[in-house]
């Protein structure tokens, strides 16, 4: 026994190592099926839509063929795609920031658990329980000639200013607007609520002992702290912006009245399914998509991200 124990062990060359190829082929056999899902149904129609861009393709049962950069010469010279681009530029620079700043302000109120609080994050969660439809039928209801606003405009004497909020092309696109503040600042103010939750208390009791007002606590304090996530929520925010405003607009307006509230998001769907010129849908399609990455990389620059 003792010599068994007097014995050294010594490590056989490159046991360690043989170990290490095994685990890595272990671990990459366990993520096979994911890359394999990921590359079929995501980098796949990422690049069909590179393909499809550069078609003449009237629909899905319709031959298609190659026709060059028509599409991009028809995209330069289309006026359609200015007012759409001047109408996602408003959409975004005037919701982004107001759902953003408000959410997080509506964070930290939820986070000093003031009485209430806790029904108030229930009604702040109630736009996100209520499907696509139910909120294109219920701000219908709300913005109508014969709707909530008009009624109330009615009842205090102000009923000169009613009008079909939906149907006028000055009011169309901040209704717009104002649907898309609804439904995104309870829901993002709950997610700042769940980070700002996890800042020790003692940081802001130091603060109050330096004299911090809330106002000072939430942007000297807890902002600092969770910018980087502030960052991501922004990142998330503008990319459904972005690319999800075609479900609300053809709800509401279905680009209308005119052109008031066509964005680039709703001409991919227009040429898409209601005017069927795919191709032409999938060069539009690529706008959106260099918009898309333009904007993550201004956000992340703003935000000084590390992630």
Same mark, same amino acid.
């Given at each position: 026994m003792t010599a068994v124990l007097d014995t050294p062990v010594v490590a056989r060359p490159g046991g360690g190592r043989k170990r290490g190829?095994?685990?890595?082929?272990? /671990?990459i056999v366990f993520a096979l099926p994911s890359v394999i899902?990921?590359?079929?149904?995501?980098?796949?129609? /990422?690049?069909?839509?590179?393909?499809?861009?550069f078609m003449d393709w009237a629909g899905l049962a319709a031959p298609a063929s190659f026709n060059g950069g028509e599409n991009l010469d028809r995209l330069f010279g289309d006026e359609r795609i200015l007012t759409a681009l001047?109408?996602?530029?408003?959409?975004?620079?005037?919701?982004?920031p107001i759902i953003?700043?408000?959410? =997080?302000?509506?964070?930290?109120?939820l986070n000093l658990k003031l009485p209430g609080h806790r029904i108030l994050r229930v009604i702040m969660f109630v736009p996100a329980l209520i499907s696509l439809s139910a909120m294109g039928m219920l701000f219908v209801a709300v913005l109508g000639p014969t709707g909530l606003v008009?009624?109330?405009?009615?009842?205090v004497g102000l009923g000169e200013h009613a009008t079909a909020w939906l149907a006028d092309p000055a009011w169309a696109m901040p209704s717009l607007i104002l649907v898309t503040i609804w439904s995104g600042l309870g829901?993002?103010?709950?997610?700042?609520?769940?980070?700002?939750?996890?800042?020790?208390n003692e940081i802001y009791a130091a603060a109050e002992l330096d004299g911090a007002n809330h106002w000072q606590k939430?942007?000297?304090?807890?902002?600092?702290?969770?910018?980087?996530? =502030?960052?991501?929520?922004?990142?998330?925010?503008?990319?459904?912006? /972005?690319?999800?405003?075609?479900?609300m607009i053809l709800l509401l307006t279905r680009g209308g009245p005119g052109e008031s509230t066509s964005t680039l998001s709703w001409l991919v769907y227009r040429f898409g399914f209601r005017s069927p010129d795919v191709g032409y849908s999938q060069t539009i399609g690529l706008v959106l998509f260099v918009l898309g990455i333009v904007?993550?990389?201004?956000?992340?620059?703003?935000?000084?991200?590390?992630?």
């Amino acid at each position: 026994m003792t010599a068994v124990l007097d014995t050294p062990v010594v490590a056989r060359p490159g046991g360690g190592r043989k170990r290490g190829r095994t685990r890595d082929r272990g /671990l990459i056999v366990f993520a096979l099926p994911s890359v394999i899902w990921y590359v079929i149904f995501t980098i796949g129609p /990422l690049v069909a839509m590179f393909v499809v861009a550069f078609m003449d393709w009237a629909g899905l049962a319709a031959p298609a063929s190659f026709n060059g950069g028509e599409n991009l010469d028809r995209l330069f010279g289309d006026e359609r795609i200015l007012t759409a681009l001047k109408n996602t530029a408003v959409h975004m620079v005037v919701s982004l920031p107001i759902i953003m700043v408000g959410a =997080f302000m509506l964070g930290y109120f939820l986070n000093l658990k003031l009485p209430g609080h806790r029904i108030l994050r229930v009604i702040m969660f109630v736009p996100a329980l209520i499907s696509l439809s139910a909120m294109g039928m219920l701000f219908v209801a709300v913005l109508g000639p014969t709707g909530l606003v008009n009624s109330a405009l009615d009842e205090v004497g102000l009923g000169e200013h009613a009008t079909a909020w939906l149907a006028d092309p000055a009011w169309a696109m901040p209704s717009l607007i104002l649907v898309t503040i609804w439904s995104g600042l309870g829901f993002t103010g709950i997610l700042f609520a769940a980070r700002l939750s996890a800042i020790d208390n003692e940081i802001y009791a130091a603060a109050e002992l330096d004299g911090a007002n809330h106002w000072q606590k939430m942007w000297r304090v807890a902002y600092p702290i969770a910018r980087d996530y =502030f960052g991501v929520l922004t990142m998330l925010q503008y990319l459904w912006t /972005l690319f999800g405003s075609a479900g609300m607009i053809l709800l509401l307006t279905r680009g209308g009245p005119g052109e008031s509230t066509s964005t680039l998001s709703w001409l991919v769907y227009r040429f898409g399914f209601r005017s069927p010129d795919v191709g032409y849908s999938q060069t539009i399609g690529l706008v959106l998509f260099v918009l898309g990455i333009v904007g993550l990389v201004i956000i992340r620059r703003v935000f000084r991200a590390r992630y």
